[in-house]
């Protein structure tokens, strides 16, 4: 069974520093891989979605990478802002029909001004 | 991009009631669609996958006759929590997969909050 992990629960830093989070999974077949973003209260706002034959995908700010092998993905976000602030989510889709996602716990970011 | 709606965002509801939350896929069309559940301070827990007419699949220890779930068209899934209890009292998702998108984009409603007294 996949278990995705995320490090660090929670991470408070100053505006304008790179920062990255960190997600980890067990199982190496995947066929896909998101990062989204949740507000309080809110759902889910999709970030960035690597496919298993890609090594990384960027969109403005953020960049996300994977690696398959170690069973590895980070999203780095560049010169954060307090707008940033959110709880950022992993989720891992399997190989196969199906293709339900697996999150991680989530890692909470503040972003001081 | 794509949107997925809920309905409704919120509810209050007394112990024993039943409660009907739907999910549409706004602008795709989606044979499959997830129902997630998210308690406080802890990440969203997969409940069951609904497919265009089809039975649902649940995971294991979500009972099927309690969440009952109605995939009836290409956009629209509705998850009924039936003799709600206060520990049903979550924040529940739904995810719509987009047919013609890329392979398992999945996009996400905006949530209801469901609280049970």
């Known amino acids: 069974k996949q278990e995705v992990t995320q490090i660090p629960a929670a991470l408070s830093v100053p505006e304008g520093e790179n920062l990255v989070l960190n997600c980890s999974f067990t199982?190496?077949?995947?066929?896909?891989l998101q990062w989204f973003r949740q507000d309080p209260g809110k759902g889910l706002t999709s970030l960035l979605l690597?496919?298993?034959?890609?090594r990384e995908q960027t969109s403005g700010r953020l960049n996300a990478s994977l690696d398959k092998s170690s069973g590895r993905s980070t999203l780095y976000i560049a010169a954060s802002q307090p707008g940033d602030s959110a709880t950022y989510l992993c989720?891992?889709?399997?190989?196969?029909?199906?293709?339900?996602?697996?999150f991680g716990s989530g890692t909470q970011l503040t972003v001081l001004p | 991009g794509a949107v997925v709606s809920q309905h409704p965002s919120w509810v209050i509801c007394k112990s024993g009631t039943s409660v009907k939350i739907e999910c549409r896929s706004l602008?795709?069309?989606?044979?499959?669609m997830f129902w997630y559940r998210q308690f406080p301070k802890q990440s969203l827990m997969l409940m069951a996958t609904?497919?265009?007419?089809?039975?649902?699949?649940?995971e294991q220890g979500v009972e099927k006759d309690k969440f009952l779930i109605n995939h009836a068209s290409l956009t629209l899934s509705t998850l009924t929590v039936t003799s709600a209890h206060p520990e049903d009292s979550s924040f529940y998702i739904c995810s719509a997969r987009d047919l013609s998108g890329r392979d398992n984009e999945q996009f996400f409603g905006p949530g209801t909050r469901l609280t049970v007294l």
């Open positions: 199982d190496s077949a995947i066929y896909n």
């Open positions: 609904s497919n265009e007419g089809s039975k649902a699949t649940y």
């Open positions: 602008d795709f069309q989606a044979t499959t």
């Open positions: 989720a891992a889709s399997p190989s196969g029909s199906a293709r339900q996602l697996t």
């Open positions: 690597i496919q298993s034959s890609q």
